[in-house]
T-cell receptor
Framework: DGGITQSPKYLFRKEGQNVTLSCEQN?????MYWYRQDPGQGLRLIYY???????QKGDIAEGYSVSREKKESFPLTVTSAQKNPTAFYLC??????????FGEGSWLTVV | KQEVTQIPAALSVPEGENLVLNCSFT??????LQWFRQDPGKGLTSLLL?????REQTSGRLNASLDKSSGRSTLYIAASQPGDSATYLC???????????FGAGTRLTVKP
């Protein structure tokens, strides 16, 4: 079945550590997105990519990095510079301005 | 900057009731508006997409309307069921950046 796969579902980060969240899609979508969701809040855009080898900062990009080497993959690295990384992270993709599809999300907790 | 607001933040209704969820946005220059459902700890599932040229969309017991000039959309749920309990989010698609701006959501509880 076509869809978006995020892994891992749960991740724990120690202070000063970088961690990477995986996002893979087989929908043949050009655009991919990373959002962060905090309790009781809407989604905030971290980074997005409209084509391979190109990506743009969203509203809260500080402390995060991404790459887009393949159309299907858009991994997000949460660096040690992100001081408050505990949140629910959602990856999404879409073609043009059509319906956007989301993965099941990844929970990141700082320990 | 486009701002999206959803009121109320939470709503509790008895089973069988018809209900309306509200979404407002500050800039009418949008491509489309989308309504989503989110279950606890899960990703978002798209319910309805309304293009900027459309006034409404329907899917089963759901009907979404769009009034771009007033910056408002409503999601109407008919004959609510306990399985409808979830958080409902709306989002508008922003031109040029191919991005979407989300509201904080309305948490709906339908009591048996």
């Amino acid at each position: 079945d076509g869809g978006i796969t995020q892994s891992p579902k749960y991740l724990f980060r120690k202070e000063g550590q970088n961690v990477t969240l995986s996002c893979e899609q087989n929908l043949n979508h050009d655009a991919m997105y990373w959002y962060r969701q905090d309790p009781g809040q809407g989604l905030r855009l971290i980074y997005y990519s409209q084509i391979v080898n190109d990506f743009q900062k969203g509203d809260i990009a500080e402390g995060y990095s991404v790459s887009r080497e393949k159309k299907e993959s858009f991994p997000l690295t949460v660096t040690s510079a992100q001081k408050n990384p505990t949140a629910f992270y959602l990856c999404a993709s879409r073609r043009g301005s059509n319906t956007i599809y989301f993965g099941e999300g990844s929970w990141l907790t700082v320990v | 900057k486009q701002e999206v607001t959803q009121i109320p933040a939470a709503l509790s209704v008895p089973e069988g009731e018809n209900l309306v969820l509200n979404c407002s946005f500050t800039d009418s220059a949008i491509y489309n508006l989308q309504w989503f459902r989110q279950d606890p700890g899960k990703g978002l599932t798209s319910l309805l997409l309304i293009q900027s040229s459309q006034r409404e969309q329907t899917s089963g017991r759901l009907n979404a309307s769009l009034d771009k000039s007033s910056g408002r959309s409503t999601l109407y749920i008919a004959a609510s069921q306990p399985g409808d309990s979830a958080t409902y989010l709306c989002a508008v698609s922003i031109p040029l950046r191919n991005d979407m701006r989300f509201g904080a959501g309305t948490r709906l509880t339908v009591k048996p």
